[in-house]
């Protein structure tokens, strides 16, 4: 079956930090990938996806590329804010079934 | 353009109560999707809805069910609730069906006791 492997949080760091949140996965087929945000009290918002390998997602500064080798989709971002702060999950949606698997999700907390 | 409403935002029950939850997607998206998010077990899918027919099921008991109207709003029923059925019930809304992009409310949080 399907599978989506996110670090374990909480991430902590300081205002205009690098961040990466790693992400791998199993699926069956070519999946289509994503990162959803959530921030706090709030439903998870969709922050970027990539349908194929080699795809670059970006938003919001936030980049993702899709590396089919080593089935990945890490979350990147060169310089975090406080208003970065939420918990974000990486999720996939296979070919073969349209429901999707999600991370469980990492607690990201930056300081000023 | 609004986004995806749920209703009631939070609500406590009891065990044994049944509970109906409400979600009216963004105009125009004709799909509407249910998860269930618990600290133990992440985010779950429960069922998707287009065209008023379940298109898709979550692997949850039956007394999980759900509905959709001509107007795409959704209502998610739980029966005979348990303890482990509290959580934040999320629903997220799509232009069609099988839809890589979804759109999620700001959830239901239940609380059973």
């Known amino acids: 079956g399907n599978s989506v492997t996110q670090m374990e949080g909480p991430v902590t760091l300081s205002e205009e930090a690098f961040l990466t949140i790693n992400c791998t996965y199993t699926?069956?087929?070519?999946?289509?990938l994503f990162w959803y945000v959530q921030y706090p009290g709030e439903g998870l918002q969709l922050l970027l996806k990539?349908?194929?390998?080699?795809d670059k997602g970006s938003n919001k500064g936030f980049e993702a590329t899709y590396r089919k080798e080593t089935t990945s989709f890490h979350l990147e971002k060169g310089s975090v804010q406080v208003s970065d702060s939420a918990v974000y999950f990486c999720a996939l949606i296979s070919g073969g079934s349209y429901i999707p698997t999600f991370g469980r999700g990492t607690s990201l907390i930056v300081h000023p | 353009k609004a986004g995806v409403t749920q209703t009631p935002r939070y609500l406590i029950k009891t065990r044994g109560q049944q509970v109906t939850l409400s979600c009216s997607p963004i105009?125009?998206?004709?799909?509407v999707s249910w998860y269930q998010q618990t600290p133990g077990q992440g985010l779950q899918f429960l069922f998707e809805y287009f065209s008023e027919t379940q298109r898709n099921k979550g692997n949850f008991p039956g007394r999980f069910s759900g509905r959709q109207f001509s107007n795409s709003r959704s209502e998610m029923n739980v029966s005979t609730l348990e303890l482990g059925d509290s959580a934040l019930y999320l629903c997220?809304?799509?232009?069609?069906?099988?839809?890589?992009?979804?759109?999620f409310g700001p959830g239901t949080r239940l609380t059973v006791t």
């Open positions: 990539a349908t194929k390998a080699d």
């Open positions: 699926a069956t087929g070519y999946p289509s």
């Open positions: 105009s125009g998206h004709r799909s």
């Open positions: 997220a809304s799509s232009l069609e069906q099988f839809s890589y992009e979804q759109y």
